[in-house]
């Protein structure tokens, strides 16, 4: 017997078997939890974010209405939980804006000069983490999880050429973000 489509999964549960849902989450867990990690940027907050998504397809699985793949209308319920929870994180980090710049100094004046990929890399999730979020998204969706643009214009409801704007944006921003931190 194939394996059932996704949409046979949100038929099936429409109809009152709750294994239809469950399916679509063992399905899609993972793939949702690194979007919403890449997006939140810790895995406390990307495993609240999974169980809010989870929460919210469940109680609007029943108006799905197909016009977008499932996993299209999904990763966009993901990506408006991920923002929720950043706008969420910088409102309280705003609010501790003193005790939030002395943590970070004390982190950036005692590197491990052993490990310069690790150190790298923080360098590139921070710079990330600095776009604006139209910028963020479309670079992690199309530099992490590789989306052709036209799929990331379904989800964002956006225009092509205005993505591809974005992810050139996002790309300098960064690019001069590194190099920046790179020379201090």
Request: charged letters at 30%; zero cysteines.
């Amino acid at each position: 017997m194939p394996p059932k489509t996704d949409f046979d999964l949100v038929e099936a549960f429409r109809n009152g078997d709750i294994s239809g849902f469950n399916e679509l989450v063992s399905r899609y867990r993972e793939r949702i939890y690194w979007v919403a990690r890449r997006i939140v940027g810790t895995h406390d907050e990307a495993d609240d974010v999974v169980q809010d998504v989870f929460v919210r397809m469940f109680k609007a699985l029943k108006g799905f209405r197909g016009e977008s793949g499932f996993y299209t209308w999904l990763y966009r319920i993901t990506m408006n939980v991920s923002l929720n929870a950043v706008r969420t994180r910088r409102f309280r980090e705003f609010v501790r804006y003193d005790e939030t710049a002395e943590t970070r100094s004390e982190e950036v004046e005692q590197p491990d000069a052993g490990l310069l990929r690790e150190e790298y890399q923080t360098i590139l999730e921070r710079a990330i983490q600095r776009l604006p979020a139209k910028q963020k998204l479309v670079f992690m969706m199309r530099y992490y999880d590789e989306m052709p643009y036209d799929q990331i214009a379904a989800i964002m409801k956006k225009s092509v050429g205005g993505l591809k704007a974005n992810y050139f944006h996002a790309m300098q921003k960064i690019q001069d973000y590194v190099r920046k931190e790179m020379r201090s």
